[in-house]
């Protein structure tokens, strides 16, 4: 069963891509509100307690695992009140807030990296890596089909640009400035995100000279391998499968699906959310190369600037990719979802219930 918020995204996401049940329970943010603002959060907090404590003592867990988020907030407090073990997992390696205050009162925790076990409790904290959909790693070795897909050539190397489910606009617009640019030395896979940049890219795209606009592929949006949404289209292991390089965020996925591929990367992290530890762990690894948000395009022509300098020099130099791909690849976990798993029962079957 997975629960979520009331008023999140989850609700769809789960609905699309698996067949769990999905509750909803009252959550909200505390940190950083005002003083109105706070006390009808707290409110709605106090109601997800209540709501998780129902739902806990109808369906009676052997072990609940979290993710982070408010809505762990009520769930693990509720399971803490009636005995329920718990085990929070961060997926990045700073924890947010909440996963620091979940750490607490979490009856284990598990996190994907080495280095984020020095803002956890380490007697009870475990290192299993990050669980990546096995459509993935089927793709990491059929690079031929995965480009076939897509209707590229096999022989040229190829880009892929994404940023999450919502795009990153910053990534977009430099892209979009540098495509001409670009399209010269790769073809290139673009996921722009359901956010609207998608129009203002294609018509950048149908400026372009016919050889060069038919070595782009720009999607809003690809779904997973087997969701009945995406229908016959080429999927987003797929995507991952056909790159030699890619142009991303630092968000935790990108710590996992990237070894697992063995894919260099240039990395631009989202600013304020953490994302700049995420990149340094892989920059650190020789895995990956890091370029602030603001400093994509620098201040004068946009082939100037960091951005298009990283990438011409990747794009063109195959063996600097393959020494960057080596290094990646050696930080695959491939097993961590067995892992994660495997931790977590282990917990049910600690506590005395049946898992």
């Known amino acids: 069963m997975y629960v979520g918020s009331h008023d999140g995204m989850e609700r769809d996401l789960v609905a699309r891509e698996s067949d769990l049940p999905f509750v909803g329970i009252s959550a909200a943010a505390i940190r950083g509100r005002g003083p109105l603002q706070l006390a009808r959060n707290l409110g709605r907090l106090a109601r997800g307690v209540r709501q998780a404590r129902a739902l806990l003592r109808r369906e009676r867990p052997a072990a609940i695992l979290g993710t982070g988020g408010y809505v762990c907030v009520p769930l693990f407090v509720a399971a803490r009140s009636l005995g329920v073990p718990t085990m929070i997992y961060l997926p990045d390696i700073v924890p947010g807030w909440a996963v620091r205050v979940l750490a607490r009162i979490a009856t284990r925790a598990a996190c994907s990296f080495e280095p984020s076990l020095r803002y956890l409790p380490r007697h009870k904290t475990i290192v299993t890596g990050y669980p990546v959909r096995p459509e993935l790693l089927a793709a990491a070795t059929q690079r031929a089909a995965c480009r076939a897909a897509f209707g590229l050539h096999a022989d040229q190397p190829v880009l892929f640009v994404y940023g999450g489910s919502r795009g990153a606009r910053s990534i977009n617009r430099a892209v979009c400035q540098l495509l001409p640019e670009l399209l010269a030395l790769a073809q ?61 965020r630092a968000g935790a996925s990108t710590l996992a699906e990237l070894p697992a591929m063995g894919l260099p990367a240039v990395l631009v992290p989202y600013p304020y959310v953490h994302q700049e530890e995420n990149a340094a762990y892989l920059v650190q690894h020789g895995a990956a190369v890091c370029l602030a948000d603001h400093e994509l395009l620098g201040t004068g022509a946009p082939t100037d600037g960091p951005l298009f300098r990283e990438l011409r020099r990747l794009l063109t130099d195959a063996e600097a990719r393959s020494q960057m791909a080596r290094r990646s690849a050696a930080l695959a976990r491939p097993d961590a979802a067995a892992r994660l798993a495997d931790a977590l029962l282990d917990l049910a079957r600690l506590e005395g219930r049946p898992a």
């Not at 000279?209 to 999607?219: S, V």
């Open 188 to 248: 290139v896979i673009h996921i722009c995100g359901r956010e609207g940049d998608e129009h203002w890219l294609r018509d950048a795209a149908a400026q372009l000279p016919e050889a060069l606009r038919a070595r782009y592929r720009l999607y809003p949006y690809l779904f997973s391998e087997g969701d009945a949404h995406h229908a016959a289209g080429p999927s987003m292991a797929q995507a991952f499968g056909a790159a030699d390089l890619a142009l991303c």
